[in-house]
């Protein structure tokens, strides 16, 4: 072992802090999260599909309202999960909320442990970790029965264990067995992709990720075989990182789908026929996927907060109630700001530097695998949503802990690090009743709504409000309600 990954591993050492700290910030997401969890005490926006569907698997169709399942479009972990709730606690908001909400909580922790592996730092990781918690859009999918929360923390467990799996220790002649970081990585995003196809560009920046370092080491060994890490790699990558998420991703299906598994896969009537069907009903729906809808946004706009979406909207007796899915503007601004950042830094490395171990390279890759793809994607598609953003904000939590750490040292950049958590944190509590569906006066709600650049047709009243059934194409300009 050299004496530089010495030193990283035991500046890498955990500690009774990080205890301490892990403990109190993932408590401190988790207790807000959980406060009125059963608020409304109704389905919610796309509840209304994942819901319903998840409480077809567990319990009788007359209780769940509905014969089958509403939405195909989808795999099924993540409504397996949802099912689990639902199972224990019954057809409630609490039980189709409380996977969600568990899952959401342990992105917090997973965040920690990210920041902490990657950092170096007890101070960097509570702060990334701690702006996950008191994010608006991490909250809002942590508390209702939707797909994308899952895709979240499953991807930062991804990378986590693929960064687990660089810092091993490295062996001549390694079997596939000696990777069991590789193999966790495999479980946890072929969870994420059998939660949601969102989750495959975490699958392809893991396995380049690991190509990438292992070359790395080879070359710091002095080995001089321009492919052998990649040859070396064959056997571990395919195993743990293409055959078991694909093994997860064929079982999430286990049960709900109508055919014969011992027969030959090219019968009509078998399993793996109806299987194959199902991958080309969501393949198709997603690429043909086009229309107009009130709160849809392209994704270059997504990091800037131009349309967040409303979840739920009740204006009674003078009295407002809102879920509103919109990101802290503290770490979405200020982490697009901070990912920016990072990546001068990291093109400016000198090549004869460890750039491959710095952190801002899995910083990049994770923002790339939750959000770059988004923006080729969405120039063909219309029907796209800023909440598919969420599996980015991670990532930009750590960007800007990356930040605060490199300027810890200078008085101004304590003082930043201050103003950006107490910004942070400031904002939170105050748009939280617009998070919860807490009551608000117009005056109060009025005074949340930053932007309201919004055409007259898609809203009504005063103060006004979205259009039950009235389906228009989104406003054009900054719009928050």
């Not at 319903?52 to 007359?62: E, G, H, T, W, Y």
């Not at 660089?166 to 059998?194: F, N, S």
């Not at 990720?209 to 002095?222: F, H, K, M, Q, S």
């Not at 009537?269 to 299987?275: I, N, P, V």
């Amino acid at each position: 072992m050299t004496r530089e990954v010495a030193t990283d591993r035991s500046r890498a050492r955990w500690t009774r802090w990080d205890g301490w700290a892990i403990a109190l910030v993932t408590l401190a997401g988790g207790v807000i999260r959980c406060w009125h969890l059963t608020v409304p005490k109704y389905i919610v926006f796309d509840e209304y599909y994942y819901a319903q569907d998840a409480c077809v698997f567990v319990k009788p169709p007359s209780l769940c309202g509905i014969a089958s399942p509403l939405s195909e479009e989808h795999p099924l972990l993540a409504k397996w999960l949802i099912a689990a709730g639902i199972k224990v606690f019954g057809y409630a908001p609490f039980g189709w909320r409380v996977m969600p909400v568990v899952v959401g909580i342990a992105g917090i922790a997973l965040t920690y442990l990210l920041a902490r592996r990657l950092l170096r730092s007890t101070v960097a990781a509570a702060l990334a970790a701690g702006l996950l918690a008191v994010d608006g859009m991490h909250f809002v999918l942590s508390r209702t029965a939707m797909l994308d929360g899952f895709v979240t923390t499953f991807a930062i467990a991804t990378i986590l264990f693929v960064v687990l799996d660089r810092d091993r220790e490295r062996h001549e002649h390694e079997r596939v067995r000696d990777r069991p970081w590789l193999a966790a990585a495999g479980v946890a995003d072929g969870a994420a992709v059998a939660s949601k196809w969102s989750g495959i560009p975490f699958l392809l920046v893991a396995i380049l990720l690991v190509i990438v370092w292992d070359r790395a080491a080879a070359r710091e060994r002095g080995s001089t075989s321009r492919w052998g890490a990649v040859r070396a790699d064959l056997g571990p990558l395919v195993v743990w990182l293409v055959m078991l998420p694909l093994l997860i991703y064929v079982l999430s299906f286990a049960g709900r789908l109508d055919g014969r598994v011992l027969a030959l896969p090219w019968d009509h009537g078998s399993w793996a026929w109806a299987f194959l069907r199902r991958q080309v009903h969501i393949l198709t729906f997603h690429t043909g996927l086009n229309g107009s809808h009130p709160y849809e946004s392209p994704a270059w706009s997504w990091p800037l907060l131009k349309r967040p979406v409303v979840f739920e909207f009740n204006d009674t007796s003078g009295s407002i109630r809102e879920i509103l899915a919109i990101g802290n503007p503290v770490v979405w601004w200020g982490g697009s700001i901070a990912a920016a950042a990072c990546a001068v830094r990291w093109v400016r490395a000198r090549r004869g530097t460890r750039r491959w171990a710095e952190p801002e390279g899995v910083i990049l890759a994770g923002v790339a695998a939750g959000y770059l793809w988004w923006l080729p994607v969405t120039s063909e598609r219309s029907f796209s949503f800023i909440f598919y953003f969420l599996p980015a904000v991670p990532f930009l939590c750590i960007a800007i802990a990356r930040v605060a750490q490199r300027t810890w040292s200078r008085a101004s950049g304590r003082a930043a690090t201050a103003v950006v958590v107490a910004a942070a944190v400031g904002w939170f509590v105050y748009f939280l009743p617009m998070l919860t569906f807490r009551p608000m006066d117009p005056g109060a709600w009025n005074a949340r709504i930053w932007f309201s650049d919004c055409r007259p047709e898609g809203v009504r009243g005063d103060p006004p409000r979205p259009l039950v059934g009235h389906v228009v194409p989104p406003p054009s300009g900054w719009c928050w309600r």
